[in-house]
């Protein structure tokens, strides 16, 4: 028999943490998630998104071991966002066993519908601005920053709950020695064009980096607003993102746009820091996982580029390849070999055609499933 039950105490809330290391532990591309980062994310007063919205954790048991994890989702601000009654499920994680699967899907999905959730969404851990997606195709390298993991099988054990595609997020691949420079050899007369249009282009000014912050805020709620599954974040949320990835920023690799003083496009790319916490045993920073942390940020040499927007009125104008291109151009003379563009809406032409264009390549494949409650 296959027990679920709710998280409710401190030693509870360390398996559901600590689930996935026991799972992965022989799989060597599973990135452990740092301890305090996670706890932090799933405590409410500890994470702004639970300033707004509801997330309830569950476990599954299988006579005493924990076999499987989920949490059910109740993203308020998204519904109020986007008119729906929207239910969500993330930080799913599973044995290669349809019945656990089966327990912890219904397990969720009946919680959220006690909330008035009409349709369950997911994996998404909380939102589609945070880890979200299942992978389907790439397991044959580790993540990158910030972005899923999970075994083959999840898919066909969630497609066996009811669950359907939604759409697919696309993760490219661009190598600094294989990319197209055209966009480094247009990016002096394309910046020259935008000079005269009055727009500059700029890496992040880290001594201002609150007013920095604040600005990058704005394009980033105004640029995605469209997108499928988007909501916008709040002022807490994205401080406390902003708080986190400055630990880990590279001024080089955060471009802005800005025009009389208002930015009106970004691109950020951040080193890929999982190179680093796959040597942290269990995400526990210490005894020694803290001086990995600390002393290897400087070996890195990937980077993910995780966003990039122009506000409407501004798109098509060459802004695009001028955050692209001087993000590439940044990276020339370092240790930074390549990276990732992701994620990608797989109906996002335009932006999936610029990446092929300076010959990124498609090689991972995430999904959102969605079914009715």
Known sequence: MIRVASVDSKKELGQFIDFPHDLYRDDKNYVPEL????????????????????????????NLRVVGRIAAILNRNHNTFTGRKDGFFGFFDCIDDQEVADALIKQASEWLKSQGAEHLNGPVNFSTNDPCGLLVEGFD????????????????????????????????ELEVSNSNDRSIKLLDTLQQRLKRAGITIRKVDLKDFKNEVVK????????????????????????YLAKDLKLILDPNY???????????????????INQVLIKIKRGRLLP?????????????????????????GYRKMGIEACLYGTI??????????????????????LMNHAIEQINGTLYKRYRLYEKEL
């Open 35 to 62: 301890f305090i980062a996670q706890r932090d994310m799933l405590t409410p007063g500890k994470h702004p998104f639970h300033e707004h919205s509801t997330v309830k954790p569950f476990l599954a048991y299988s």
């Open 141 to 172: 390298r580790p993540p990158m920053a910030m972005m899923p993991y999970n075994a083959p099988y999840y898919e066909k054990l969630l497609l066996k709950t009811g669950l359907r595609k939604k759409t697919d997020l696309l993760a490219y």
């Open 216 to 239: 990058i805020r704005d394009v980033y709620n105004s640029a995605w607003d469209k997108n499928l599954g988007f909501v916008p974040m709040t002022d807490n949320e994205f401080d």
């Open 254 to 272: 955060c471009i802005v746009a800005e025009k009389d003083g208002k930015f009106v496009g970004f691109a950020l790319g951040i080193p890929d």
């Open 288 to 312: 020694t996982g803290i001086f990995k942390l600390l002393f290897q940020k400087k070996n890195i040499t990937r980077i993910r580029v995780l966003t990039l927007g122009v506000l409407e």
């Open 328 to 349: 590439i151009k940044n990276t020339y003379g370092t240790k930074i070999t390549g990276g990732e563009c992701s994620w990608m809406l797989e109906d996002n032409y």
